[in-house]
């Protein structure tokens, strides 16, 4: 039987703070803390909160009951779900949960330094652990990724108890140290710039090597040789003066334990790099023991070891710059995520728009004919309901009616089709051919332009050469007037005779500009009127069906004209009166039916071909 959440807490912690009760009991709480686990319904805090109350109250049983209680914990598979379910979750799903993570990482680490794997220890120090120390070191990097160090003690205090889980366990376990200096996390971890993750990281290994003497003798030379590179690297990067102690610490305290000279004089100009960034800052004496040690050790160095230094000096260098283009590469990789990010969303999206505007499309066609279809039915039905209502001898009259007014419908649209295509290639071609015309034309007439220019003497302005008249000229011309008024008299004709002929010009030239006026007013007029003929040609020719005429169209229709209007009219009534008559009024009486026709046939070919209205 499964118990509640708050139960299940209240039972573990009665059981595992005795320490007395039966084996049997507490292996059965274990498994229904197990199932309980396991359910669905129960939320990340629910289960963050019932791990830590449930393995804190473990651990605070006696020492004999603490192997057992842990090793149960282990082969039920509670510290797996700590590990996968809990610690190795993304950083926003921790989100507000960093303070339990983190204590919940503390207790981990504890059982995990206590437990005892039995007949699954390769298992357990092959596979579990190395899980455990990636989890771990994870929590740790998350943390520092969300800038849970720069928001106070808080932050600080929960950093630094992850990384004494971690110290904790390389105590209990030295072969995870190898795994922890080459893990990607712990890389993350060394390229934060806050000076806080770096001085808690030096204090690790120290807190490690202070409580463990025969941590460093377990280590192999490559972990040596990364956690020297680490505080080396400290020293040559950070400025601040705890990271340089504690650097200094570190490095003095790895030669006290361990014969490491070899490797630490690799590190050429180390000596130089504490003598003059390091002196005055606090440590002094740490520094100069530790050139003092250096110096002494640096003559008993071979040529290979010399030699040996340079290429890790040149590996010192090689790593900080990589690490200097991994930061900024990582710097940049927000940006570059963002943009491509950016513009995967906008194409999804407009992938997305094309194809439920795809589907729309589709969805409208097949809604289309599937309504046609329904219409087409719909209308074949009511025509066999109908046949079977008439009677025998009309069936034939009907079916031939229809097959007419099929035909009609069908040539009507054929030729209207037919006379817009000609008009329209007609009004095309001699278009084209008026303006080929005009542009032949132009060109002929400045040819002939410039042609008569080139032939014509060039001539000579009547003010250029002239001086004007002289006295003698003067004489001759004015004796020249004078015999030809001489020789023609005016006597014949008296002043009051020109005036009255002058009115009489005036008169006529008054009247000869009056009728020019009334001209021009009637062509102008007739040009109106044939432009608003030409006009309502026009919207007759592009006049939509009735299916899809609305008011404004149908009052576009309308003629100015109370004669036209008022032949319209009666014959649209006409058309109406005849419509409603039932369809077996109709049959037999096509004599009548196109009778009325022939004296619109006479209008429209009285009008020119304009149809007025009636019936077809």
């Known amino acids: 039987m499964q118990l509640p959440l708050v139960a299940l807490q209240y039972k573990s912690l009665g059981l595992y703070a005795v320490g007395i009760k039966p084996m049997e009991e507490r292996s059965e709480s274990v498994q229904e803390l197990k199932t309980q686990l396991e359910e669905t319904d129960v939320t990340l805090e629910q289960k963050i909160k019932l791990l830590n109350s449930a393995i804190n109250s473990a651990l605070h049983t006696d020492t004999v009951a603490l192997t057992r209680v842990t090793s149960e914990l282990y082969h039920s598979g509670v510290l797996r779900h700590c590990v996968h379910d809990v610690l190795s ?30 007949d699954h220890w390769e298992a357990f ?73 770096s001085l808690m990281c030096i204090n690790m290994w120290i807190q490690t090597c202070s409580v463990s003497r025969n941590f460093l003798s377990s280590l192999s030379d490559d972990s040596i040789l990364l956690l020297l590179s680490e505080a080396v690297g400290q020293l ?38 504490l003598d003059k960034d390091w002196r005055g800052r606090g ?36 790593a900080a710059w990589r690490s200097h283009q991994t930061r900024r590469r990582v710097k940049s990789l927000s940006r570059a995520v963002s943009s491509l990010q950016r513009s995967f969303r906008a194409r999804r999206k407009q992938q997305q728009q094309q194809e439920e505007a795809q589907k729309w499309e589709e969805e409208l066609k097949y809604q289309v004919c599937l309504r046609r279809k329904q219409a087409r039915r719909a209308f074949h039905e009511k025509q066999r309901k109908l046949l079977q209502l008439l009677p025998p001898g009309q069936v034939q009259s009907y079916l031939s009616e229809c097959e007419r007014c099929a035909a009609v419908r069908i040539q009507s649209l054929w030729r209207g089709f037919r006379d817009r295509r000609l008009f329209t290639n007609t009004y095309r071609r001699s278009l084209r051919e008026r303006r080929a015309a005009t ?52 006597s014949c004709v008296s002043r009051e005779e020109c005036e009255r002929l ?53 009052d576009s229709f309308l003629s100015p004209s109370g004669v036209i209007a008022a032949r319209a009219r009666d014959s649209h009534n006409a058309l109406l009166q005849e419509t409603r008559l039932p369809w077996w009024r109709t049959l037999g009486e096509a004599e009548d039916v196109l009778g009325p026709a022939q004296p619109l046939v006479e209008l429209e070919a009285e009008l020119g071909g304009l149809f007025v209205g009636g019936t077809v």
């Open 439 to 490: 542009t032949l034309q132009r060109a002929v007439r400045r040819f002939l332009q410039r042609r008569r220019a080139a032939k014509a003497p060039p001539t000579t302005a009547l003010w250029l050469g002239h001086r004007g008249l002289t006295d003698s000229s003067r004489a001759e011309l004015k004796a020249q007037v004078e015999e030809y008024v001489a020789a023609h008299p005016s």
């Open 236 to 273: 040559a990067v950070s400025a601040d003066s705890a990271v340089g102690g504690a650097s200094v610490r570190l490095l003095f305290l790895m030669s006290s334990q361990l014969h490491v000279w070899p490797l630490l004089l690799s590190f050429r100009g180390l000596d130089n790099l």
């Open 89 to 118: 979750l993304d950083g926003r799903r921790l989100q507000g949960h960093w303070s339990s993570a983190s204590t919940l990482a503390q207790l981990t680490s504890s059982c995990c330094a206590a437990v005892d794997p039995g």
């Open 283 to 318: 440590f002094d004496q740490d520094v100069d023991q530790l050139i003092k040690l250096m110096k002494s050790h640096r003559g008993r160095i071979s040529p290979s070891q010399e030699s040996s230094e340079r290429v890790r000096a040149a590996c010192v260098i090689q």
């Open 125 to 197: 120090h092959t596979l579990f652990l190395p899980s455990v120390v990636d989890a771990l070191l994870s929590l740790a990097a998350q943390m520092t990724m969300m800038r849970t160090t720069s928001q106070g003690s808080e932050g600080v205090s929960m950093f630094r108890t992850v990384m004494d889980s971690v110290s904790q366990l390389l105590t209990a376990h030295a072969q995870l140290s190898s795994q922890v200096l080459s893990s990607v996390h712990y890389e993350h971890i060394q390229m934060c710039d806050d000076v806080t993750v």
């Open 502 to 554: 002058h009115v009489d010009v005036q008169l006529l030239l008054q009247a000869e500009l009056q009728r020019g006026d009334e001209r021009r007013r009637e062509e102008q007029r007739r040009e109106a009127l044939l432009a608003h003929t030409h006009t309502l040609l026009e919207q007759l020719r592009e006049a939509p069906p009735l299916s899809v005429v609305t008011a404004t169209v149908a």
